[in-house]
């Protein structure tokens, strides 16, 4: 874990004007700057930057946040990955916490391969563009593939001598350790001789996210009936396969806007893709796709077109990778490239506008492909037919997030008709299919952890099994969106962010805090808002301690709930409530940071006057229930003293309330 202190020092110098400005053109107007979303596509600027409040907001598609917050939607940086970056930009050595000297290892390891293969990197691009056997070799290659010299150096490709130790005479030279260079794959030991283990091969680097080279994937080119086409690296520390797919570092930002991520098989259809300026593409490598992969993918989108050669190949493999995109709530279409085609040839014969055009017209929805292929295999076999009924079920099953209830719904009636069965009878059997993997995960989690153990985190709500017997009865799920407005519970919170130091009476010296936790109320039943209650534990927490938190505490915090809310706090536009609470209340209202006192005392009555209001229907409900003339005499002199509370409050008498 990353040190408290570093995280301190990492957020007291963070400028959100020369973040953002790393990767969206600004220009100052007014107090503001002002540039395109990088969030969506638009001609005229709506995304602005605030450095006062420090956060940044776009207008057009309503993306806001902090520095860090923009690192992890912009980059698709984990927290830790986002404070990392900064600490390398604002040079912050890190103080690791809590580390054991494993795990301490672990990371030295892991850094030690990132530089090797930076370094193999540029001796790669180097050996391809300033030799002679690289140019008349390397470089011939990707011109014959249609690759410019502009597409070669931002794919950062390379070529590795046919020479038995070039490379690795190299950088031995220039002190790598040889035990490393072997664990990236880069060398290989025979006989007791060290020697390059890519020699004689153009060179793909793979790249994380963030544009650090992982591995390497290395293609000959003369025919060699004793040798793989392709070497990839070994997987190591920082390289595992499932975990990755090409091209995502240059594809990620294109997938994000277009909402569209295309998949294809291998290095040179992303590479000409990108060429032809189709840039929402990556390939999984020619492997079947992971649980992995798709989480990775659906950081940047839920939707998912894959391209595949027309063969039968193709599409076996296509179905393979279903259930599992499908599982991770994917949106997924197919595209099958025609025969004897791949996306590389294709787009190059046809070009970029006719392929486009060819993919927005050929998309076919993946689970009715999978039933019409299967059918098709089925034929007049009876027993075929019933075993896809079933299949189909299973499959639809798994789409069972609440977000997608109108989706399981429409492949249900769409499947019914094709297969020619009883609409409600394949409900029931996708309900069936929910009920055996829950019932599968129930008794892992009890040979897991025992009897006793707790239920698992992802039971079925009682909403869910409502929704699944409504949907068995024929009816529709009762779905609740109710949110209610919170508008002065986070007021609350601005005040105490943005005042709480502020002095509130020069008479005892007390500031803003000391005025809100010391209410005659405790401060927790004044929010119904849990997020909202969480900011005001903590904040008194630390106010308890005599270290009043400013507002970058929570306006950086690492739980990203939090930090979202308290951006959106800072966004809210004060005038907006003024006008609200003076017609409900009665409550004159100041607003500005030259008025916080009158913003204190008219936030914290309205609530105090809220949580009144509540109390005296409380009180009502409890006088109508009882049956004893005592308890109801008593709830009649609580009436008046609640009434008389509510009155004061109303008409501007007691508003501060130091006792």
């Known amino acids: 874990m990353i040190s408290q202190n570093t995280i301190q020092q990492i957020l007291s110098r963070i400028d959100i004007v020369e973040i953002v400005g790393n990767f969206v053109k600004l220009k100052k107007r007014g107090a503001n700057y002002l540039g395109l979303c990088p969030f969506h596509n638009e001609k005229s600027p709506s995304f602005t930057v605030t450095p006062s409040k420090e956060i940044f907001k776009c207008f057009g598609c309503g993306q806001s946040g902090n520095a860090i917050k923009f690192l992890m939607e912009h980059e698709k940086y984990s927290y830790v990955e986002a404070l990392r970056w900064l600490a390398q930009k604002y040079d912050v050595p890190i103080e690791e916490t809590e580390v054991s000297p494993e795990a301490r290892q672990q990371q030295l390891m892991a850094d030690s391969l990132y530089i090797i293969n930076s370094f193999a990197r540029e001796y790669f691009s180097n050996t391809l563009f300033n030799t002679e056997e690289g140019q008349n070799v390397g470089l011939s290659y990707f011109e014959e593939r249609g690759f410019t010299q502009e597409t070669i150096r931002k794919f950062q490709l390379g070529y590795s001598l046919n020479s038995w130790d070039a490379f690795t005479k190299t950088a031995l030279s220039k002190g790598y350790n040889l035990e490393y260079l072997q664990k990236t794959g880069l060398v290989t ?44 690296s070994p997987e ?6 499932n975990r990755v797919l090409y091209g ?13 991520c295309l998949l294809v098989e291998g290095y040179t259809d992303v590479i000409s893709l990108h060429q032809a300026g189709i ?41 393979r990778g279903l259930d599992m995109a499908i599982e991770e709530g994917l949106n997924v279409k197919l595209v099958l490239i025609p025969d004897k085609e791949d996306p590389d040839s294709y787009v190059q014969k046809i070009g970029a506008d006719a392929f486009r055009e060819f993919i927005a017209s050929n998309k076919q929805d993946f689970v009715l492909f999978k039933l019409q292929i299967s059918m098709q295999d089925a034929g007049n076999d009876s027993n075929r037919k019933s075993q896809l009924v079933n299949e189909i079920a299973e499959t639809i099953s798994k789409i069972d997030k609440t977000e997608d209830f109108t989706r399981q719904q429409d492949y249900i009636r769409q499947c019914s008709q094709v297969l020619k069965i009883d609409e409600q009878g394949l409900i029931n059997l996708v309900n069936k299919f929910i009920r055996e993997r829950f019932q599968k995960k129930e008794q892992q989690h009890a040979r897991d952890n025992g009897p006793s153990a707790p239920p698992m985190d992802d039971e079925l709500s009682p909403e869910a099994i409502a929704a699944m017997e409504a949907m068995e009865n024929g009816g529709e799920p009762a779905v609740n969106f109710f949110n209610p407005d919170e508008k002065q519970e986070r007021e609350l919170v601005k005040i105490l962010l943005r005042f709480g130091d502020k002095p509130f009476s020069e ?9 809100i936790f010391h209410l005659p109320y405790d401060f927790e039943s004044l929010a119904d808002n849990e997020l909202v209650k969480r900011i005001l534990r903590e904040y008194k927490e630390m106010y308890d301690q005599d270290n009043l938190p400013d507002k970058k505490w929570f306006l950086y915090h690492n739980d990203q709930d939090i930090a979202g809310m308290v951006v959106g706090i800072m966004e809210d536009k004060e005038a907006e409530l003024s006008a609200a609470w003076k017609e409900k209340f009665e409550i004159d209202t100041v607003y500005g940071d030259n008025a916080y006192l009158r913003d204190t005392i008219s936030t914290t009555n309205y609530l105090i006057l809220r949580k009144i209001r509540k109390m005296i229907v409380e009180n009502q409900q409890e006088m109508e229930r009882s049956t004893v003339f005592e308890e109801q005499i008593k709830c009649i002199e609580m009436h008046k003293h609640l009434k008389q509370l509510e009155a004061e409050l109303t008409q501007g008498i007691g508003t501060v309330i130091f006792r």
């Not at 007791?192 to 994937?217: A, M, T, W």
């Not at 995502?248 to 909402?259: E, S």
């Not at 990775?296 to 296509?318: E, R, S, W």
């Open 279 to 319: 840039e929402n593409v990556v390939a999984s490598s020619g492997t079947s796709l992971t649980q992995h992969q798709l989480r990775l993918i659906k950081k940047y989108t839920n939707n998912l077109t894959i391209l595949f050669d027309g063969d039968n190949a193709g599409i076996k493999a296509a179905l």
């Open 507 to 515: 008479e005892d010296k007390s500031s803003v805090a000391d005025y």
């Open 248 to 260: 995502t570092y240059f594809a990620r930002h294109a997938i994000d806007k277009l909402n569209e």
């Open 189 to 232: 030991v025979r006989n007791e001789q060290p020697g390059d283990n890519y020699r004689g091969r153009v060179i793909f680097p793979i790249h994380n996210q963030s544009g650090k080279v992982l591995g390497f994937g290395a293609r000959i080119l003369v025919k060699n009936d004793r040798a793989p086409k392709y070497i990839n």
């Open 236 to 241: 190591n520390e920082i390289y595992v396969k």
